[in-house]
């Protein structure tokens, strides 16, 4: 008797789909070409959005963490786990931020699950945008508050709900990405802190894919729309601009004091690795030294964006270096990125159940390591595949 035929089903129907995938492998660093399934590969597929993460400055800082600190913690940060070198990066960050505190967690998932969960509670109300991360959905979930989605950046759908539920609840918390990682559009911070001022609401904004990217050598979307001090929980990743690892949240004092208490992911999971401390504090001391990273981003960006445009390309409504080219179908879409990957770029699909049914696109990132020569050998590709399944 097979007891995981379930399973098999599942997977067959992804098959059927067209959307079953292997998952493929990098064997080296995270760059601008990668040996991808060990074929050299124009990378257009990482969060690397700095180069920061295979940088000598970046990693020999990781070395140097490791011999004085080790390879591991050993505990979680409320026993042992809490060495001075994490605490040395909070302060930076909170530097960096312009905000009060900064509380690290393990990753930018971690950080999500952790502190939706712990500043909410039954009696209160999430607000959340209707394409949110999947680590809020996840951290709105273990939440005891009631929820509501509002539609897409749609702010007088934001205040209608407001209007009909404010009353009902003791707090009152909109979350929103601050970019959205699947079209690359910002959210509407200043309309968000105003409804929120009007109504008494909490604002958290997880800014994963605007920290290092927006705003002044890329202090991220509330900086970009100067905001300092009026956002209450602002969510930044290590992992994508910075090239790291780890999630934290810039906010008030108070509300480090209450995390360090209460967030699960900082009680019951061992405290960030010291090579992945020494490297951030690195990084960020790069960024706040010179904007050079954060401009070559953006020059990188526009270039490709205009190239994909005058070849025919609707790559939707992005405000940032995430460029979607828009597809629709889901197998067509998966059919696309492996035209592409035979061309030798990597950019990959993006289908069901990560963007909504019939909304298939494949997901372009560049990155300030990207060479002009990088760009115009993809914008050839691209073309190349284009044709090759009609839909340029
Ligand atoms: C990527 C991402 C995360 C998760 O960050 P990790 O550090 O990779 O766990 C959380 N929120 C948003 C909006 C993201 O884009």
Redesign the pocket.
């Known amino acids: 008797m097979n007891n995981l035929a379930f399973l098999e089903e599942k997977v067959n129907q992804l098959k059927k789909d067209g959307v079953y995938r292997k998952l493929p492998i990098n064997y080296g660093p995270c760059s601008n070409v990668i040996l991808l399934n060990n074929q050299k590969t124009v990378n257009l597929s990482s ?1 690397n959005y700095l180069g920061l993460a295979n940088h000598p400055r970046v990693k020999q800082a990781a070395i140097e963490a490791v011999e004085k600190y080790g390879a591991g913690t050993g505990s979680v940060r409320t026993i042992v786990g809490n060495q001075d070198i994490l605490e040395n990066l909070e302060q930076l960050l909170a530097e960096f931020k312009q905000e009060e505190a900064v509380t690290c967690f393990q ?6 699950i952790g502190t939706i969960q712990a500043i909410t509670d039954k009696g209160d109300l999430i607000l959340s945008d209707e394409l ?2 999947a ?2 959905i996840d951290g709105t979930k273990l939440s005891k508050a009631d929820r509501a989605v509002y539609r897409h950046n749609d702010m007088v759908h934001l205040e209608q709900l407001l209007k009909e539920k404010r009353n009902l609840y003791q707090q009152v918390l909109i979350i929103t ?3 959205f ?1 699947m079209d690359g559009d910002l959210a509407k911070l200043p309309e968000m802190v105003a409804l929120a001022k009007k109504y008494n609401a909490l604002t958290y904004v ?4 605007g920290s290092g990217v927006l705003g002044k050598s890329g202090r991220g979307t509330v900086d970009h729309f100067q905001l300092h001090g009026q956002v209450d929980f602002i ?1 930044g ?4 601009a910075i090239g790291v ?3 934290y949240v810039a906010s008030k004092k108070i509300v480090k004091e209450w995390l360090l208490h209460r967030a699960r992911p900082l009680l019951f999971s061992t405290a960030l690795p010291p090579a992945a401390i020494g490297a951030t504090i690195e990084a960020v001391k790069m960024l706040m030294e010179s904007e050079e990273y954060t401009t070559k981003l953006w020059q990188n960006a526009a270039y490709f964006k205009a190239g994909l445009q005058a070849l025919g390309f609707d790559i939707g409504h992005s405000q940032t270096p995430i460029t979607p080219i828009m597809i629709g179908n889901e197998s067509k879409t998966m059919e696309f990125s492996k035209e592409l990957l035979k061309e030798g770029v990597f950019v990959s699909g993006i289908v069901f159940p990560t963007v909504p049914l019939g909304k298939g696109r494949c997901r372009a990132m560049i990155s300030a390591s990207h060479t002009k020569e990088d760009i115009d050998f993809a914008l050839q590709a691209f073309a190349k595949a284009g044709k090759a399944i009609h839909i340029i």
């Open positions: 969060n990753s930018g998932l971690n950080c999500n949110n991360h680590s809020i990405d601050g970019v990682s997880d800014d994963a894919h969510i990743t290590l992992s994508k690892i780890g999630g």
